[in-house]
Nanobody, 123 residues
Framework: QVQLAESGGGLVQAGGSLRLSCVGS????????MGWFRQAPGKEREFVAA????????NYADSVKGRFTISRDNAKNTVYVQMNTLKPEDTAIYYC????????????????WGQGTQVTVSS
């Protein structure tokens, strides 16, 4: 299995940027598709973005497409999400997750989760 730890959350004004990081430890990082998810107060957790094992393929939720960029550095066992042009509706706890499922690029089959990092966007 893999242990995940997110960092980089915080408070930012609308229109601003943040970069979240997620470091993995334990089993080989490169065997996993990595994803970012978020959960806003009173809402279900939703898929944000995913990146394939060696970073060749990415997928994004429509709500973040063109504003967020997912990337990974396997030498550092780290996955990132660069979030630009943030909106108040992006406010949520952001989680990274790891999956070896065939449907992971669509946001399903994630088995390992971090504890989350809070992102708050003020208007």
């Amino acid at each position: 299995q893999v242990q995940l730890a997110e960092s980089g959350g915080g408070l930012v004004q609308a229109g601003g940027s943040l970069r979240l990081s997620c470091v993995g430890s334990g089993r080989s990082f490169t065997i996993y598709t990595m994803g970012w998810f978020r959960q806003a107060p009173g809402k279900e957790r939703e898929f944000v973005a995913a990146i394939s094992t060696y970073g060749r393929t990415t997928n994004y939720a429509d709500s973040v497409k063109g504003r967020f960029t997912i990337s990974r550095d396997n030498a550092k066992n780290t996955v990132y999400v660069q979030m630009n042009t943030l909106k108040p509706e992006d406010t949520a706890i952001y989680y990274c997750a790891a999956s070896s499922s065939l449907v992971s690029m669509s946001g399903y089959g994630y088995s390992y989760w971090g504890q989350g990092t809070q992102v708050t966007v003020s208007s």
